[in-house]
C-alpha cells in the first residue's frame, strides 16, 4: 500500500512540474491561463521566467496550439485609461525573475481554434533570442482567476482558501 501512495504521490508531483520549461539559463514557471466564453476569440497566458543566468535573454515570441498567434502585450496607463500594448519582445535581465500577470505583461492569444476550458491544458512554445525554445504545457484555471490556484468566484469576491 505504501509503494502505490509513494507512486500515486510522484506521479502527481510530476504532473505539477510538467507546466515548467528549461530554455539555457531560463526557467519558465507558474504557466496558466484562464477559461474562456465558447465564443470569445481571444484568451491570454500568464508566467514567470527567472533568468539564473549571467547573461540577459529576451523573449522574443510565443505560440500556442489552441490559436492562430500568440502576441507579447503589456498594458499601460494612458489619458486616464488603461491600454493593451503589443511589444516586440521582453528583456530578461540576468538574474531576474519577469512575471507576465493579469493587468501586466501576458501572452495574448488571437483567434482561439478551441475553447478555453477550466481544468484543461494546451501547448505553448516560447522562442527566446539567446536560450533559443522551450514548450510548456499550460493549465486553464476557472474564469475570471487572478492566479492559477487562487480565482474569483462568479459574484466578483475573491475566494478565500484556508491557510
Known amino acids: 500500500m505504501q509503494t502505490i501512495i509513494v507512486f500515486l504521490s510522484l506521479l502527481l508531483a510530476g504532473s505539477v512540474l510538467a507546466s515548467d520549461g528549461m530554455a ?3 526557467h519558465v514557471k507558474q504557466v496558466w491561463s484562464r477559461a474562456m466564453p465558447p465564443v470569445s476569440r481571444t484568451g491570454a497566458v500568464y508566467l514567470t521566467i527567472s ?4 547573461a540577459p535573454d529576451r523573449l522574443l515570441s510565443a505560440s500556442a496550439s489552441v490559436s ?4 507579447l502585450h503589456t498594458h499601460i496607463h494612458e489619458g486616464g485609461m488603461m491600454k493593451m500594448r503589443k511589444v516586440d519582445a521582453v528583456e530578461l535581465p540576468a538574474g531576474e525573475d519577469k512575471m507576465f500577470q493579469p493587468g501586466g505583461l501576458h501572452i495574448m492569444l488571437m483567434g ?3 475553447p478555453l476550458v477550466e481544468g484543461q491544458t494546451f501547448s505553448l512554445t516560447l522562442r527566446f533570442e539567446q536560450a ?3 514548450s510548456v504545457e499550460v493549465p486553464i484555471a476557472e474564469a475570471g482567476a487572478r ?4 480565482g474569483m ?5 475573491k475566494k478565500k482558501h484556508k491557510q
Open 24 to 26: 539555457g539559463d531560463l
Open 153 to 157: 468566484k462568479h459574484d466578483g469576491m
Open 112 to 114: 482561439l481554434n478551441t
Open 51 to 54: 533568468n539564473t543566468g549571467t
Open 68 to 71: 492562430d498567434r500568440a502576441e
Open 147 to 150: 492566479t492559477l490556484h487562487g
Open 132 to 134: 533559443g525554445e522551450t
